[in-house]
């Protein structure tokens, strides 16, 4: 009979130790660390961490709930309204800072959702590659600049050889003699000299290069 009270004892005790564990609320955060996101019909889950990344970000505010009522599906996910296709790079720069694209993904349309969520880094990262692309499209190959300096024979090695910076010496052509100085005839010649002009996107000419002097 006392084996029996025993093990009657044993079981009751496993009984309440269960019970016990149920009555312990979840330690704080956990339950909310995992957010769904419907976005236009796509399901994405991160973390609550990874959309506060960026403090003044709306997927921030849509996760801490504070002043967006956001509607939800019946999943419980948060609705969003927007093109699933570029959310993908948009939550992946959250969760690694880096803004890594399919090459046939459109920088403006990931701007265009950048903007929407108010992402000020991914914004300006997308702004910059675009102008280094529209610089690489539009640099105009350089256009040359040609000058034509009449010049007597003697003043001739002078010139050519303090021709200034990015200067070419391109022809000489003799006009023969205008002046008669004395018994001299003094030979006239127009000498021909080009320079290139590089013009950057904005319109703006620039001198050449160091490289492009060299």
Known sequence: GVRMRMEGREEMQGAVGLRCTWDIPPPAGTQAKWVRLNVGGTVFLTTRQTLCREQKSFLCR?????ELQS???????????????????????????????????????????????????????IKDRMEEKDYTVTQVPPKHVYRVLQCQEEELTQMVSTMSDGWRFEQLV?????????????????????????????GLSSEPSHKAKV
């Not at 996910?77 to 090459?103: E, S």
């Not at 023969?176 to 080009?194: A, K, P």
């Open 174 to 202: 003799n006009i023969g003699s205008s002046y008669n100085y004395g018994n001299e005839d003094q030979t006239e010649f127009l000498c021909v000299v080009s320079k290139e002009l590089y013009n950057s996107p904005n």
């Open 62 to 66: 849509l996760c801490q709930g504070e």
């Open 71 to 125: 509607d939800r599906d019946e999943t419980g996910a948060y609705l969003i309204d927007r093109d699933p296709t570029y959310f993908g790079p948009i939550l992946n720069f959250l969760r690694h800072g880096k803004l890594v694209l399919d090459k046939d993904m459109a920088e403006e349309g990931i701007l265009e959702e950048a903007e929407f969520y108010n992402i000020g880094p991914l914004i300006r990262i």
